[in-house]
């Protein structure tokens, strides 16, 4: 017999830990961005004065399904997920075999919350079960594209594009087997100097175009502090890329239970010639084989320069929108769906306008 719970409270991450590490490590549908070491450290870098609430499945002691939501206040109460605005995937937690039964849980929990107007969740792929249970409105929020990766590099180059594939083989040319140009893996002790490589670059690519970049505020932070935990439980790929020992790019992933995820790149608009972004996109692809991952997910964004890669899947990110009670939840829900047609027309201007040396 299954029974939720709702956790209350910044106590909740220390009570959850040791929970929520292992249901980690037995949920086939975890993402880095539902791992208590992300939500966590998004919680001391945005929580603010937000009121965080786990919804908690349990089948007698074990912890088997969670959802870590938190409650906004004014103009309406609104439940939220963790994590917004970084995190690319934030549907629940499900042990193996667990997911529409902890889905239906907390579907009743969620819905039954008190003092609540609004249910407002992001980021929920359309192939998830909460997609299809939760009564509400339903917007598309992001497109994503996953690549399902063969068991050898050289299979997965017989695939692309002709172009492509000569611009990826200049890993095994010259400029690399001279010494001139290196992609390294940074390591534990580098992850504060790679980290700052990564937003120097990042910021000469999205300056060139007149544009802040995704790196901002307390954004830097949060990003140091994660990579700090997720080299040491093996989750980082942070490269950068050298040429006569001066950085000219890097790219940001993480890989968890078997995909990679793309997360962010930069690099240097002068540089161009040497196609720094494909290769640092081509070397993570080919660690990623060489390490027996099964897929690489690149993430929000349906940027042309993803689909040169021939990824496998597309899938639709969802925003719900769910009136909870009263003429609060009724306003609250109008007035998000209209923010959410302004999100999306920003959005929509900006892909296509992704890295593309």
């Not at 008190?114 to 998830?128: A, F, N």
């Not at 996953?146 to 492509?164: E, M, Q, R």
């Not at 007035?335 to 992704?354: C, D, I, K």
């Amino acid at each position: 017999m299954l029974r939720a719970n709702v956790l209350t409270g910044a106590g909740l991450f220390e009570e959850l830990k040791g929970p929520w590490q292992d249901l980690v490590n037995h949920s086939p549908n975890v993402t880095p961005f539902q791992t208590w070491e992300w939500q966590q450290t998004w919680w001391q870098n945005y929580g603010g004065v937000r009121e965080p609430q786990a919804f908690a499945v349990y089948e007698g002691d074990d912890l088997v399904g969670l959802m870590p939501l938190m409650r906004t206040r004014g103009p309406w109460r609104t439940l939220r997920a963790m994590g917004m605005g970084p995190s690319d995937y934030l549907h629940p937690l499900a042990r193996d075999g667990y997911e529409e039964v902890v889905t239906d849980r907390l579907v009743e929990s969620i819905t039954g919350a008190k003092g609540v107007d609004l249910i407002d969740l992001h980021q929920i792929r359309e192939s998830r079960s909460l997609a299809s249970k939760l009564d509400g409105i339903v917007i598309e929020q992001a497109t994503c594209l996953v690549l399902d990766l063969p068991g050898s590099y050289d299979a997965y180059l017989a695939t692309i594009g002709k172009s492509l594939r000569y611009d990826v083989r200049k890993l095994d040319k010259t400029l690399f087997s001279t010494g001139r140009a290196s992609i390294e893996l940074v390591n534990a002790d580098g992850i504060d100097r790679g980290m700052d490589i990564l937003f120097e670059q990042h910021k000469l690519r999205w300056r060139k175009r007149g544009l802040p970049g995704a790196f901002l505020g307390k954004g830097i932070r949060f990003h140091k502090q994660w990579a700090n935990q997720a080299v040491r439980n093996g989750w980082l790929r942070l490269s950068v890329l050298r040429l006569d020992g001066e950085p000219i790019g890097a790219i940001y992933a993480m890989t968890v239970a078997k995909t990679t995820y793309y997360y962010q790149a930069g690099f240097d608009p002068a540089k161009g010639s040497v196609s720094p972004g494909t290769l640092l996109v081509a070397h993570t692809i080919r660690q990623s084989i060489e390490e027996g991952d099964q897929h690489f997910d690149f993430m929000r964004g349906d940027e042309p320069y993803k689909r040169r890669w021939k990824p496998n899947h597309v899938y639709r990110n969802l925003r719900i929108i769910s009136s909870a009670s009263g003429i609060l939840g009724s306003v609250g829900s109008s007035w998000n769906r209209v923010g959410s047609q302004v999100e999306s027309r920003v959005r929509a201007r900006l892909e296509g306008r992704g890295l593309i040396g």
